[in-house]
């Protein structure tokens, strides 16, 4: 049976507000989510959560028209799906399908796109067979397009079609077709074989499919290509990253190393980011830049300095290694021997061998790098030099902090304590909501095992409920998102919507003792 229809208030952070699948890997039945800033998925292992996942990275990848039944690999995401065959709901064929629901902030109002996608017949290749485009509400066909054999849609008008009176239904039947341009899954470009017939009433029927189309288009393309994910074991960057050499980047963007090379190129950024690692971590910990030395000029600069300071300091500089201190180096003068009298009886300072070799090559010159400061040592430090935590996360917040994403995550909550988990969420909260300047906020669906993240933002929906910030912060519970992904009952998953009360507690009790152990250890 398909999922309850629920009618609640949209929110302004997406224009789209209802995600559907059918048919795909643990969904049988069609089943839903409610799209809402912050989305929360629970459930056992191997429920399902990361197949609803899965979905929306395989539609994105459709809209970049990679549409094959060869293709099983999402690169960009370090994604194997296995094949089209294999991700169908039992391996057992038919219609794979995509509902998505969206505000056109028109006079059309709410609409729901449907997608369906199967092998074609005897050539076995895969196929967007049929698109329908409803209205929310009447749940009636506005338009449905047809997939032809020569890569065109043939166009099919519904009843009470607000783009054609239905006096003249049956004289445009078959008269348009439909062709993809930008956005691979919807063909926005209205075309005729049957040019010498045009009309008055043709011509505005077409110019109205075309503009409702292409507006339709925009913003499903605009949905799917400001998604990003980040996986549950995510990428600790290690130095080709951090000092913009751009190694280790060629892979996939699960990993999270993309917002390391963020953080390397924006000041903005850092400084959001280290504002949030301040609450995670006490603030002991926050990330820097440094002026970039590569082992090329460090072995010319020991060179120098040999034979500036006949070998002094043959132990501080060796060919190739990372000149002590880093950006210190640089910026400070490390010792008392930052400036004295070398073999020729001339004064040159540390700063002046090092901006002689650095004018020579201005490239390295505009490079820099980054490293994570330890406020309690004062070391600075790679990623990996640190517990395993703050690497995994710290990918996880910048994501956070760039505006108008759809950030999905799983496991944020990997070697995080219980209370950096439930500050975790307080991050989450915080950049839902608009940036600095009137910006878009970001949007989160979250796999998680955490409870702590939850009851956070429950305490901070109790606080908003009753007048009052938690911090500066207010959130609603119709803001909030939460699913229990259900795979006890039938061979095919079920989305149970656990709703919010605005106390910021469970309306019901989580299925088969979810989060119980507790009490079962306890008695």
């Known amino acids: 049976m398909p999922d309850e229809k629920i009618h609640v208030e949209e929110k302004g952070h997406s224009f789209f507000s209802r995600i559907g699948l059918e048919n795909f890997k643990a969904f049988g039945e069609r089943q839903g989510v409610l799209f809402r800033p912050i989305t929360l998925l629970y459930g056992k292992n191997s429920s399902g959560k990361s197949s609803f996942i899965q979905s929306l990275l395989f539609l994105q990848e459709l809209?970049?028209?990679?549409?094959?039944?060869?293709?099983?690999?999402?690169?960009?995401?370090?994604?194997?799906?296995?094949?089209?065959?294999?991700?169908?709901?039992?391996?057992?064929?038919?219609?794979?399908?995509?509902?998505?629901?969206?505000?056109?902030?028109?006079?059309?109002?709410?609409?729901?796109?449907?997608?369906?996608?199967?092998?074609?017949?005897?050539?076995?290749?895969?196929?967007?067979?049929?698109?329908?485009?409803?209205?929310?509400?009447?749940?009636?066909?506005?338009?449905?397009?047809?997939?032809?054999?020569?890569?065109?849609?043939?166009?099919?008008?519904?009843?009470?079609?607000?783009?054609?009176?239905?006096?003249?239904?049956?004289?445009?039947?078959?008269?348009?077709?439909?062709?993809?341009?930008?956005?691979?899954?919807?063909?926005?470009?209205?075309?005729?074989?049957?040019?010498?017939?045009?009309?008055?009433?043709?011509?505005?029927?077409?110019?109205?499919?075309?503009?409702?189309?292409?507006?339709?288009?925009?913003?499903?393309?605009?949905?799917l290509d400001r998604m990003s994910y980040l996986c549950g074991n995510r990428d600790v960057a290690e130095q080709g990253v951090l000092d913009g050499a751009g190694t280790g980047l060629q892979g996939g963007q699960a990993g999270g190393l993309q917002y390391w090379e963020e953080l390397r190129k924006d000041n903005l950024l850092r400084n959001r980011v280290n504002q949030y690692l301040g609450l995670l971590f006490e603030d002991r910990y926050q990330i820097v830049e440094e002026r970039f030395f590569s082992s090329s000029i460090a072995a010319k600069i020991a060179a120098n300095m040999q034979?500036?300071?006949?070998?002094?300091?043959?132990?501080?500089?060796?060919?190739?290694?990372?000149?002590?201190?880093?950006?210190?180096?640089?910026?400070?003068?490390?010792?008392?021997?930052?400036?004295?009298?070398?073999?020729?009886?001339?004064?040159?300072?540390?700063?002046?061998?090092?901006?002689?070799?650095?004018?020579?090559?201005?490239?390295?010159?505009?490079?820099?790098?980054?490293?994570?400061?330890?406020?309690?040592?004062?070391?600075?430090?790679?990623?990996?030099?640190?517990?395993?935590?703050?690497?995994?996360?710290?990918?996880?917040?910048?994501?956070?902090?760039?505006?108008?994403?759809t950030v999905i995550v799983e496991q944020p909550e990997t070697h995080l304590h219980p209370k950096q988990q439930a500050d975790l969420g307080e991050i989450l909260a915080s950049s839902m909501a608009l940036q600095e300047g009137g910006g878009e906020g970001s949007t989160f669906i979250i796999e998680t095992h955490s409870i702590h993240i939850l009851?956070?933002?429950?305490?901070?929906?109790?606080?908003?409920?009753?007048?009052?910030?938690?911090?500066?912060?207010?959130?609603?519970?119709?803001?909030?998102?939460?699913y229990y992904v259900d795979a006890e009952e039938s061979s095919s998953v079920k989305l149970r919507r656990m709703e919010l009360r605005d106390d910021g507690k469970l309306k019901r009790k989580w299925p088969g003792e979810f989060f119980n152990e507790d009490m079962n250890d306890l008695f």
């Open 63 to 223: 809209s970049r028209g990679s549409l094959s039944p060869d293709v099983h690999e999402i690169k960009r995401h370090s994604l194997t799906l296995g094949g089209f065959d294999r991700f169908i709901h039992k391996r057992q064929g038919g219609i794979l399908a995509f509902e998505l629901s969206l505000d056109l902030e028109d006079d059309l109002g709410k609409v729901t796109i449907r997608l369906e996608i199967q092998r074609s017949g005897h050539q076995r290749a895969v196929i967007l067979d049929r698109i329908f485009i409803r209205d929310s509400k009447k749940d009636d066909n506005l338009v449905s397009l047809k997939y032809k054999n020569d890569g065109r849609y043939e166009l099919e008008f519904g009843e009470d079609c607000p783009f054609v009176s239905n006096e003249n239904i049956s004289e445009l039947k078959g008269f348009f077709l439909c062709v993809v341009t930008e956005n691979n899954l919807i063909p926005d470009r209205v075309v005729t074989n049957r040019e010498k017939e045009q009309t008055d009433v043709s011509r505005d029927a077409r110019l109205k499919l075309e503009n409702f189309l292409q507006k339709v288009s925009r913003l499903l393309l605009n949905f």
């Open 307 to 405: 034979e500036d300071f006949g070998g002094i300091l043959d132990d501080d500089l060796e060919s190739g290694d990372d000149i002590p201190g880093g950006g210190d180096f640089y910026d400070e003068e490390p010792s008392d021997r930052s400036s004295m009298e070398n073999s020729k009886g001339g004064q040159r300072s540390f700063q002046d061998i090092v901006q002689d070799e650095l004018d020579k090559d201005v490239t390295q010159s505009q490079r820099n790098e980054i490293r994570i400061l330890d406020n309690l040592t004062g070391l600075r430090m790679l990623p990996n030099e640190l517990g395993f935590g703050i690497g995994q996360v710290i990918p996880i917040v910048a994501a956070a902090c760039l505006p108008g994403r």
């Open 455 to 482: 009851e956070r933002l429950g305490k901070i929906i109790r606080e908003t409920s009753k007048g009052r910030d938690f911090k500066g912060l207010r959130l609603k519970s119709e803001e909030v998102g939460v």
